[in-house]
């Protein structure tokens, strides 16, 4: 199934070896000139390394064509890739915010593998799981070490229905125990932290685009409306991207239904396209701050830059990755998987932001090590004691600059905002060119980088 991340065309292909190149060919009847030049070109050479390398097994016809692939594939640009099946898996659970477990979210700390929290409602929680628990094996294996955190993961995601035994330590009570856990779908938050800073500003964390980010959005912000905000910033700092439709889905409350938020251009008629606010109602009318920094990257600087560009959100921080490319995901019948680039995405006014990133309006740059404090700090929101916070760490929470410095500038648009009533009250000319925002004269992906795997 072509997957655009939007639904798609079904393709289905076998991968036998070494014919797989020939019926590809002979599919989109394709098999005169170049590329049947092509296909017999690397059916010569795979069938003399079959032949004549030294270690027949390691030269056998099924994995010359998988590495082949992987070659062809992977050479193109950084985002295309052959994906085995596992990796092809974790992806499709990354980007539908779901997937079997017991809903666990855990760290490696000092070698071993810690309980950062159960998600609520979940087999976990209803365990008894607490904060703080040690897990020491899953399954009889034991997990310590560099790699720890893969092999959890792996090994407490399955099929719902399926069962899983840890044992754990409890620290605070030293105690150890076992607890057998059947799986279930697990739904991931990808909004974690939304709260009210400095009296009146309402603040949403994003930590990627899933299936369910716009929903968690538009609850957030709708929380924090009846809590009587003034402005909102949007943090999207570390935030790898994801699908289109999310991205789509959480710029639409900023926009007249109608309005263009995001358009691709590519090869394939399909890949041209325009994505248009569907949301009914009046748009939000509120000052908006937008935080990036180097890491915002996809469907996050698909947000920021419809907000930029439209003039709805100062932006503040660092330069965006520039990852302006959209990936079509191709599932094959074996469970393989291939992401290839198709298409470009552009703002509002058709700039392209591929390799080039969002540049901020108020620039905020972090030094190296600030970068990950924050990273931490950003993540963790529970933490609320400074003490416990190093006791975990190893440092006490640092001052967040970038966002003192979006408190600041909404801060300032309140006081022109006044300005401007004040001044058409006492009915005086009104501030030329007075807005919520600076005037922007700026100018999916589909896929982008996956989220940290830290859930089971």
């Excluded at 990755?321 to 990936?327: L, P, Y």
């Amino acid at each position: 199934m072509r997957k655009r991340i939007l639904g798609g065309l079904a393709l289905a292909l076998g991968l036998a070896a070494p014919a797989f190149a020939f019926q590809f060919a002979a599919l989109f009847g394709l098999v005169k000139g170049d590329i049947d030049r092509a296909v017999g070109y690397v059916h010569d050479v795979m069938s003399i390394v079959n032949q004549k390398y030294v270690d027949p097994k390691a030269a056998n016809f099924s994995d010359l064509a998988r590495n082949a692939i992987h070659g062809m594939v992977e050479s193109l640009d950084p985002h295309s890739e052959f994906l085995e099946k596992k990796d092809n898996d974790e992806l499709a659970e990354d980007l539908s915010g779901e997937f079997g477990g017991v809903g666990i979210q855990v760290e490696v700390r000092a070698g071993k593998v810690l309980v950062i929290e159960p998600m609520d409602n979940t087999p976990a929680a209803r365990a008894g799981i607490v904060r703080g628990d040690e897990i020491v094996s899953i399954d009889g294996h034991p997990v310590a070490g560099s790699g720890a955190m893969d092999m959890v993961v792996d090994r407490l995601r399955g099929k719902p229905h399926t069962h899983v035994a840890l044992a754990v330590y409890r620290p605070q009570a030293q105690k150890s125990f076992t607890v057998d856990l059947e799986r279930e779908i697990i739904k991931v938050d990808s909004v974690i932290d939304a709260r009210v800073v400095d009296d009146d500003i309402g603040y949403v964390l994003v930590t990627e685009f899933s299936e369910h980010t716009g929903e968690q959005f538009a609850a957030a912000v709708d929380k924090l409306l009846k809590k009587n905000i003034n402005s909102l910033i949007i943090d999207l700092r570390n935030n790898p991207g994801g699908t289109l439709d999310a991205a789509v889905e959480v710029s639409e409350p900023f926009f007249h239904k109608g309005d263009l938020i995001v358009s691709t251009k590519g090869r394939q008629a399909e890949d041209n396209a325009e994505f248009r606010s569907e949301a009914d109602g009046d748009p939000l009318d509120l000052p908006v701050a937008v935080l990036i920094n180097q890491d915002t990257a996809s469907a996050a600087e698909i947000v920021t830059g419809a907000l930029k560009d439209t003039g709805k959100a100062v932006v503040i921080g660092e330069r965006s990755f520039g990852k302006g490319s959209v990936q079509t995901i191709i599932d094959f019948k074996t469970g393989d998987g291939l992401r290839l680039t198709t298409a470009k995405y552009y703002t509002p006014s058709g700039v392209s932001l591929h390799e080039k990133g969002v540049t901020p309006e108020v620039e905020v740059v972090l030094s190296p090590d600030e970068d990950d404090k924050i990273r931490q700090q950003q993540v963790r929101p529970d933490i609320t004691d400074p003490a416990d916070f190093k006791a975990r760490f190893g440092f006490t929470p640092i001052d967040d600059r970038q966002l003192d410095a979006a408190v600041a500038v909404l801060r300032g648009l309140e006081v022109l905002e006044s300005q401007a009533a004040s001044a058409a009250h006492a009915g005086s000319p009104h501030p030329a060119n007075v807005s919520y925002v600076p005037a922007i004269d700026s100018g999916n992906v589909k896929i982008s980088g996956r989220p940290p795997r830290n859930r089971g």
